[in-house]
């Protein structure tokens, strides 16, 4: 069976909150773009050409901003829906509705995600007054049209004393799938605020909250790379005895099995630092995967820590957070609590 390819399409900039670690605004403010139609169906067939030429399937991840203020957001699902093609949308709970929800699940839509960085005086501070209710109000609208309702979650020093409490929260209202991944730093902010053994006391808290909600509705998904190295210090994760040592076996997937193209078609390698490796108007994709740009996120001895540790094949933390913080893709990861010999 093919596996899929997931391309996270930004098509648009235009939203309804000014979330504090959006990578919109993270740079200063900009002029809020949008992808014109023609434009669209252009970026369909150039990711139609990149899944034939490499015997993958597509799966979008519709995104913005909020994809559904976009005027040609259903254009889109109907034309995934012509093409056969499976998606998610990430987007807000300002526009979902009983009657939205269920054309999205007769056009194919899997999974509606939204975001809760906190409890409810955390994420309304970082994202909207009311938006944690209203957040929660729409979990079960989703889940009723039979869309799988995901919530994420981004954690900084801000917010990391919530998250114990927010994943009651999440299993009580039946979420189908929760995780969470750190905040990347962006210029104007280079620090998560987190130290290493603060982040790995967390990540033990959490792994005792998911037992305990085990039998729940909800699926939590160890989303950071960083449990990998949290289950191997508890056993629960080995490293393969067959294993090829040449092998990249899991870790980030910036460079592996995804990409991120935003509204003025510029293609990143990830969305979470600057990756440019092309633009979609100007190249193909299928090229652009195999260019120097993008080869150089596949350097894994280049990795000043994880190069040196065995689970190199296996995690490699987030290289997005140490670029943010160190301005180095290879760096340590800086919540990274393992010892490695130099």
């Avoid at 235009?14 to 002029?31: A, V």
Wanted: aromatic letters at 14%; one cysteine or more.
């Amino acid at each position: 069976m093919k596996q899929y390819f997931s391309f996270q399409w930004h098509i648009t900039d235009e939203c309804d909150q000014r979330c504090k670690h959006c990578y919109i605004f993270s740079e200063g403010h900009r002029n809020l773009l949008s992808m014109p139609w023609g434009q669209m169906e252009s970026v369909l067939e150039n990711c139609a050409e990149f899944c034939d030429r490499y015997s993958r399937l597509p799966y979008f991840y519709v995104t913005g901003g909020d994809p559904l203020l976009h005027t040609d957001f259903w254009r889109l699902c109907e034309t995934l829906k012509e093409k056969d093609i499976p998606f998610t949308v990430m987007g807000n709970p300002f526009h979902i509705t009983a009657d939205v929800c269920e054309r999205l699940k007769d056009l194919g839509c899997q999974k509606y995600q939204m975001s809760l960085d906190g409890l409810r005086d955390t994420h309304d501070w970082f994202r909207k007054p009311g938006s944690f209710d209203r957040t929660l109000e729409k979990i079960a609208v989703i889940k009723k049209a039979g869309i799988r309702s995901v919530i994420m979650t981004t954690v900084s020093g801000e917010n990391r004393a919530d998250i114990p409490a927010l994943i009651d929260v999440v299993a009580i209202y039946g979420v189908d799938i929760f995780a969470f991944a750190r905040y990347c730093p962006t210029s104007a902010d280079k620090d998560t605020n987190i130290a290493p053994k603060e982040y790995r006391a967390l990540l033990e808290i959490c792994d005792r909250k998911f037992r305990e909600y085990r039998d729940s509705d909800t699926y939590f998904n160890r989303k950071d790379h960083l449990w990998t190295l949290f289950e191997y210090e508890q056993g629960a994760f080995q490293i393969p005895t067959a294993s090829d040592e040449h092998t990249i076996y899991g870790g980030c997937n910036c460079g592996n099995c995804h990409i991120t193209i935003l509204p003025d078609g510029d293609v990143y390698a990830c969305r979470r630092f600057a990756s440019k490796v092309g633009n979609v108007f100007e190249d193909r994709l299928a090229e652009v995967w195999n260019s120097t740009g993008m080869n150089r996120f596949r350097d894994y001895g280049a990795f000043k820590k994880c190069a040196k540790c065995e689970l190199l094949r296996f995690c490699r933390g987030c290289p997005a957070v140490a670029y943010g913080t160190a301005g180095d893709f290879y760096a340590a990861d800086p919540q990274c609590w393992k010892e490695v010999s130099t």
